[in-house]
């Protein structure tokens, strides 16, 4: 499976931004897909989660209420839509997809078998 990110940008504190995460190979065996961030200087943080069957989705809690993940199997594309974006937003957002049987670990970055290049968010007060 092979994944490609597109949709960072620079913004200003409560605007919104939508990222986009296209799956290309073998998609059917994709369980899950989770969105991860990376600020400068600290480690990769989940995000958020969507199971690729019936459309579950699991948040953090620093983004709960103002990210919405969702997918359109057809496109094989999951979008994470930002809303309220603040300056600790900023990060490098990384997609992943769980292949194979669905971890349990939805937020654990070894869950995960493939992942997107990183697309830049910079959100300025």
């Known amino acids: 499976v092979q994944l490609q990110a597109s949709g960072g940008g620079s913004v200003q504190a409560g605007d919104s931004l939508r990222l986009s995460c296209a799956a290309s190979?073998?998609?059917?065996?994709?369980?899950?897909m989770g969105w991860f961030r990376q600020a400068p200087g600290k480690e990769r943080d989940f995000v958020a989660a969507?199971?690729?069957?019936?459309?579950?989705?699991r948040y953090s809690d620093s983004v709960k209420g103002r990210f919405t993940i969702s997918r359109d199997s057809a496109k094989k594309t999951v979008y994470l839509q930002m809303n309220s974006l603040k300056p600790e937003d900023t990060a490098v957002y990384y997609c992943?997809?769980?292949?194979?049987?669905?971890?349990?670990?939805?937020?654990?970055?070894?869950?995960?078998?493939?992942w997107g290049q990183g697309t830049q968010v910079t959100v300025s007060s």
């Open positions: 992943a997809a769980d292949v194979g049987p669905r971890g349990v670990a939805f937020s654990r970055l070894d869950t995960y078998d493939a």
């Open positions: 190979g073998r998609t059917s065996s994709i369980s899950q």
């Open positions: 969507i199971r690729w069957i019936g459309g579950n989705t």
